[in-house]
């Protein structure tokens, strides 16, 4: 990977991370008003209100976990892999819960965020293995 291309990715992984801390923080932080936001009720409930703020804590971790690809994105891939998941389920289930009438269209922020980022951590996949192939080769 050149130089200028890795440059991308670490900038990219500082993105990624910075994505992840806005919406920990709201979300994290100010659980019961990120709740009301995209569902439009009342986060009253004190066991929903520790599952909806740790689902939020997992996004806070995936905000550290960016923040070390981005030291070193050759090495730290498999950071990735587990975000990458995390991304896509999240949006999945933020989109099936639009579709089924319990959320309303601010989650789209996250849906189309998380699959915008999902398709660059493709990208970064090939463009690794392209790498790590060479290398073998050589």
Do not use: C
């Amino acid at each position: 990977m050149k130089n200028k291309e890795l440059t991308f990715f670490k900038l990219f992984f500082i993105i990624a991370s910075l994505w992840n801390l806005i919406g920990a923080f709201f979300g994290y932080f100010n659980t019961a008003y990120t709740f009301n936001g995209f569902f439009d009720r009342e986060l009253t409930d004190p066991l929903f209100y520790a599952i909806y703020q740790g689902t939020w804590g997992t996004t806070l971790v995936y905000f550290i976990g960016y923040a070390i690809v981005a030291y070193n994105p050759l090495k730290h891939y498999g950071i990735v892999i587990v975000g990458g998941i995390g991304k896509v389920g999240f949006a999945i289930s933020l989109f099936k819960l639009y579709l089924s009438g319990l959320a309303n269209s601010v989650v789209f922020i996250v849906i189309i965020g998380d699959f915008f980022f999902s398709l660059l951590f493709v990208y970064y996949f090939f463009r690794l293995y392209d790498v790590k192939k060479k290398l073998v080769e050589i």
